[in-house]
């Protein structure tokens, strides 16, 4: 079998490393009046996305940015519809909104920002960042010099792990074009560092909230799973439940390994949490397991239902629906995951 060639990948090293660079994150921002450190990583997210697709926002004509959005959200309401959603959706985002990355030389005003979020909102893939977003009051200004900060030092930190993206992407060039997730699979590199020191510092942000859970719940990716296809889980109001078919299976060993806490295979994101209960959401605390650029979707999608979470990353990505051209089995570093249950 060929070697695999993956847009990301960790070794042993990558949470001493993304940890250092979350203590200079850290160190950094107290030259801004930040309310809180929440603020900070919502400043850092609104810098980068206005970096990396302000001029495409500012570019993007209303009635696209309305169809779009109403397409995502009639896909969100009606999945049954997806095939045919999404093939529109996949036209309309390769056409409007996949543009090779342009300098923005723009100032970000509050206007601009606006934009920036219909941008956003048209792609489909923030809708769990987007009231951070809208509820920003902090100086826009900080957001800019913050990026810069970032820029100059991401790859210091985190650029071995992304190393082979660029190659990954020029091995697959054209692919997903017309496809949904267009804009998701082709993410530039700061989006995928972005991700990485934002699971750092949600991790710290919600982790005394975690704690404090009387309940606590680790969600898998399906690409966990022995067998996709054969992996008879049972169906249950926040998951699927392990039932134990294969003592080789990765979900087997973590739901048998953590008995005493709850296991679920959660198929997609959009469908975690559907099932969710109010003294769900009073008692839960989660350790999501997701591949990277899913990561602050996944822990503020959380934390806006009043779950908090820990995140764990996938080693590599594992899937076919966006990645792959085949499954193969989805690993991640056991002794995270131990730290944060
Ligand atoms: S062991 Fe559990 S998760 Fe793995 S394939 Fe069987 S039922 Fe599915």
């Known amino acids: 079998m060929d070697e695999i060639i993956f847009p990301y990948e960790l070794n042993d090293d990558y949470y001493s490393r993304v940890g250092d660079f979350g203590d200079e994150f850290f160190k950094y921002c107290q030259k801004f009046n930040f309310e809180n450190d929440e603020e ?18 500012l570019d993007l004509n209303s009635n696209i940015h309305k169809a779009l959005s109403n397409l995502a959200e009639y896909r969100r309401a009606f999945p049954e519809d997806k095939p045919f959603i999404d093939e529109l959706r996949g036209k309309l985002l390769t056409k409007f909104l996949f543009k090779p990355y342009t300098k923005n030389n723009e100032k970000l005003t509050r206007e601009n920002l606006a934009m920036l979020i219909n941008f956003l909102e048209a792609t489909g893939d923030y809708m769990d960042q987007i009231p951070h977003f809208r509820n920003f009051t902090h100086n826009l200004d900080d957001c800019i010099e913050l990026t810069k900060w970032f820029c100059k030092n991401s790859r210091k930190y985190l650029g071995e792990y992304t190393s082979t993206l660029e190659k990954y992407l020029e091995n697959n060039g054209t692919s997903h074009l017309m496809e949904e997730d267009v804009i998701f699979y082709h993410g530039h590199e700061l989006e995928y560092h972005l991700n990485m020191l934002g699971a750092e510092i949600m991790n710290r942000i919600y982790k005394a909230d975690y704690d404090k859970r009387p309940r606590k719940a680790i969600l898998l990716p399906s690409c966990m799973n022995s067998n996709n296809k054969k992996c008879r889980a049972k169906e249950e109001r926040l998951g699927h439940v392990c039932t134990f078919c294969n003592p080789k299976c990765n979900v087997y060993r973590i739901t048998k390994e953590f008995s005493d806490h ?16 109010s003294e769900d959401k009073d008692e839960l605390g989660i350790v ?51 730290l944060k249950i």
């Open 40 to 57: 900070s990583l919502e400043a850092l997210c609104i810098g980068v996305y206005w970096y990396l697709y302000g001029t495409t926002a």
């Open 262 to 277: 709850e296991v679920y295979i959660i198929s997609h994101e959009s469908t975690a949490f559907k099932g969710a209960r």
């Open 288 to 338: 999501g397991v997701t591949c990277v650029l899913n990561l602050i979707s996944g822990g503020w999608k959380s934390k806006n239902l009043s779950i908090p979470p820990q995140c764990v990353l996938l080693e590599h990505v594992a899937c076919k629906n966006h990645w792959l051209d085949e499954d193969i089995y989805g690993k991640i570093n056991d002794d995270v995951l131990n």
